[in-house]
């Protein structure tokens, strides 16, 4: 089990002091900082247990690129959290998608919307090299490789082998270990 850094928990910590002075504040908005934290730091961290076939990067310097949609607190979390990173040898970049772009070149899509993951996303990524992370229910169901979801107030995953495998995908069984839930066979 991953363990939350202490920045995040001193930001959780800050925010409870805040909402205690203001009441005001929503309990939602205080919530979502530090998941959005996390969602963005284990989107760097799925990277590194995730292996892509040679032909998914244009040459041996593309970058390794997370694309977003849907889910803009993340995005700019990613922002921070990939500042100087890499991966697999490779620059690790954020890419924030809109209705109707291009996945060339991108590697992993979080699709921070249901209605995101039933639309289009699935389909254009569908059978290609994309990881594809979603935080909604029955995401792997959906069609998605890797999927948060909320345990016991804690963020966790699963994880689809007939979806990792439809894309192309190997995913290292230490991450298949760490996951709450995986479905389909090896």
């Known amino acids: 089990m991953a363990r939350i850094p202490f920045r995040i928990r001193r930001l959780w910590l800050a925010l409870l002091v805040?909402?205690?002075?203001?009441p005001g504040i929503a309990?939602?908005?205080?919530?979502?900082?530090?998941?959005d934290q996390v969602k963005a730091a284990y989107l760097y961290r799925f990277v590194n247990y995730i292996d892509w076939p040679d032909t998914a990067f244009a040459n041996p310097s593309s970058p390794l690129v997370i694309g977003v949609a849907?889910?803009?607190?993340v995005y700019a979390e990613l922002g921070r959290v990939l500042a100087g990173r890499t991966a697999h040898g490779r620059a690790v970049a954020p890419r924030?998608?809109?209705a109707g772009d291009s996945l060339e070149g991108v590697h992993v899509l979080f699709t921070g919307d249901a209605a995101l993951l039933r639309g289009p996303w699935v389909q254009r990524a569908r059978d290609r090299p994309v990881?594809?992370?979603?935080d909604v229910p029955q995401g792997l169901e959906s069609g998605s490789v890797l999927n948060f979801v909320l345990v016991d107030q804690h963020l966790r995953f699963?994880?689809?082998?007939?979806?990792?495998?439809r894309a192309g995908l190997k995913?290292?069984?230490?991450?298949?270990a760490l996951a709450q839930r995986?479905?389909?066979?090896?």
Do not use: F, K, Y
């Open 18 to 22: 805040v909402a205690s002075v203001q």
């Open 27 to 35: 309990a939602a908005q205080i919530l979502s900082a530090p998941a």
């Open 70 to 73: 849907g889910a803009d607190a």
């Open 96 to 98: 924030r998608l809109a």
């Open 131 to 134: 990881l594809l992370v979603s």
């Open 158 to 165: 699963e994880a689809s082998l007939n979806a990792a495998e």
């Open 171 to 176: 995913v290292s069984s230490r991450l298949l």
């Open 182 to 186: 995986v479905v389909g066979t090896p």
